[in-house]
């Protein structure tokens, strides 16, 4: 896969992953205000009539004019961004596992009003995750590995892309919070 183009808003606030085609769109549709960071692609054009190749330098972090991708607030919540934010461990008995053995579990359980929200969800292996069942901690003695967290937005973007750039990681790890890369 292609590394992705870092999408930062007019306010200089992360935003969103473009792929290669979503990026080049937004620099000739002239929405973006300013780029850094070192160059991750290199598009190459047509021939012009002095016989020089045209081409196009795509920015590992661009800065968009007018329309965000994502809505302020918080990051959507997806077993992809689960298991990255608790890092495929299950926070029941602290082991890793593979994701086909990850499931989402609901610490409040949903049937007992518990919201399908990051504060209320954790990563667990289907072992743990079928001994809790529809218990609350305290009725099945188990206990978590860490408290469950709502990622912010450089977490979210760094939690949801596999393979990020050195500026793009650099940008993001500023605003860390919760947890060291
Ligand atoms: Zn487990």
Known sequence: MQPM?????????????????????EMTADRVLYSFGSICHRLYGGINRHGERSFLDVPQILVGRGVRCSKSGVPALSNRTLFARDRHICMYCGQRFPTSQLSRDHVIPTSRGGKDEWTNVVTACRRCNHHKAAHLLDECGMELVAVPYTPNRHEYLYLSNHRILHDQMNYLQQGFRHFRA
């Not at 183009?5 to 769109?25: F, H, R």
């Open 5 to 25: 183009v870092l999408k930062l808003s007019a306010s200089g606030l992360p935003d969103c992953w473009l792929n290669l085609q979503e990026a080049v769109t």
